[in-house]
């Protein structure tokens, strides 16, 4: 178990810059998830943690110590990897004394935590199998024995659930929850998955084209994204999207409009900005509300999607293309054809501005 | 029996025809072979497709003879040893060549396929010279070297081309376990590749064992000698008379290890050879 600290990391491949001067604190038993599109170097800052890629520039420590030059087995970090990478000649058991053995440790100790490792995992029956005798959900757990059996102090994941169907994602997910409250190790865990980012994260760091766009507890992601970017990619559906311009604006609370909309008095800080500045205006799909209306601003349903528990409505509005998503429970009364008007909660309203970064609120206001 | 019928049942003769005759145009020659060793000398000229009767007399005439078994060992020694070199060797350049990222890794690639495409003749004087300086003349261990030249650009081909196949993070999983390159090589990669060395080795072995030039001018004398060389220099009776019986005789002895080696390994073979074709 160990702390991890990034401090201004970046990492060039010949010509493409990589990770931009990430600086990043991670606690002691925390358990942190990367978060970001496909190509944000999510990947990269894992595999440049791990040892697995040389930092080009930066500061790296875990523990007390810096940590740029030790090659991986002097770091103590284990790694999950996506393709679980299990020896395929190995028999489970070997699979995990592998490291150990590797590490000139003595017989009994290795044989005492493979059978530890392989009771936490509910391995012990299978471990005189070879991985192609397993089933999917089998080796990722072989994969994560593997890791622990050395008993590092952070264990690295590295979308460890992409190989999996869906119902067994969502069990492997719950186990990997289970077991960071079991072991209480620090874990690092990358993921394309929003969801899985939600439910497991202690804190996430949502990654950008390299950058860190945000850090927070999944909470504070969702309440209060950092950045338009942030804001769109965590949420599922996510964030409506339209464009609006301020009207007036002090620290205390500003007033904006918007096509459709109207005007609203929002409690954002708005002070930095003239009248008739371009902003976004950013609605998550369950706090638009709807109400039957018609004329030049109203928006159109065009369609309904029924989900059992809740019912998505798509609505078109009269000028522009972009569809808007409400979400309520279900049963709805909406219809498609319907002309309805947009009444957002103003308590829930994002406002970002033209660099697509996040106006702060000019008050504290109650947890929503 | 109707016109589909009658033509399927066309077709199949066809096939199998066709098989017969490629079966007999590959066979052929060895089966020739094989009979000729069984006839005594008095019998060798007539043409017979069946032998009317086994006679042992070439087998007993060839195994009488100290320098074809010696030249037996010598070819064991070499054959042995080119495949273990080539194999070492064709393992660790291939690990360099497959996972290493370094500048001139294509040109080092390009380079060793292009020294096999070399004619045996054209680099023969040129090794002559180069068996002399280092004194190997007469000697095994020259044609050992001789061979391994020509064994390791296909070699280290092959086990490249394998090796790229096998998932980087397998590698990545060992340096994570604190394998060294050596360790990842002879405890992950080796029992992963038997295949492909079994296919490379076996190449290896059946060129060392039937190469002739070399082996022709690098010895000199009847004790250094290998099998091919051995068997063109029996001599008969006279210097009128070519021993064909002993000839044929000896060609089956030194070709029956190769059967049952291919035999041995076949399966492992064909998965070397299509290791890649089909995802798996």
Redesign the interface.
Known sequence: MASVTLDKINKVFGSTHIIKDVDLEIGNGEFVVFVGPSGCGKSTLLRLIAGLESISDGELCIGDSVVNELPPRERGVGMVFQSYALYPHMTVYENMAFGLKLAKTAKQTVHERVMATARILQLEELLERKPKALSGGQRQRVAMGRAMAREPRILLFDEPLSNLDASLRVQMRNEIARLHQRLASTMIYVTHDQVEAMTLADKIVVLNAGRIEQVGSPHELYQRPATKFVAGFIGSPTMNFLPAELVSGSADGCRVTSAGIGELALPQDASGHGGGAALTLGVRPEHLRLAEASGDNAFEIVNVEYLGNEVYVYLEPKAGDTLLIHRSEAPSAWRVGQQVALAPDPEHVHLFDADDRALGLAQPRAAA | MTSRQLSKFAKRIGFWLLVALVVFYAVFPFYYAVITSFKPSSELFRVELWPSRFDLSNYAQIFSQRSFLQAIVNSIIVAVSVVGIALLLGITASYALGRVRFRGRSTVLLVILGVSMFPQVAVLSGLFEVIRALNLYNNPAGLILSYTIFTLPFTVWVLTTFMRQL?M??E????????TPW?TIT??FL??MWPAMATTGLLAFIAAWNEFLFALTFTLTDSQRTVPVAIALLSGGSAYELPWGPIMAASVVVTVPLVILVIIFQRRIVSGLTAGAVKG
Request: aromatic share 0%; proline share 12%.
């Open positions: 998932p993070e397998l990545e999983a060992a340096i994570m376990d604190g394998a360790v405890k992950v029992p992963l």
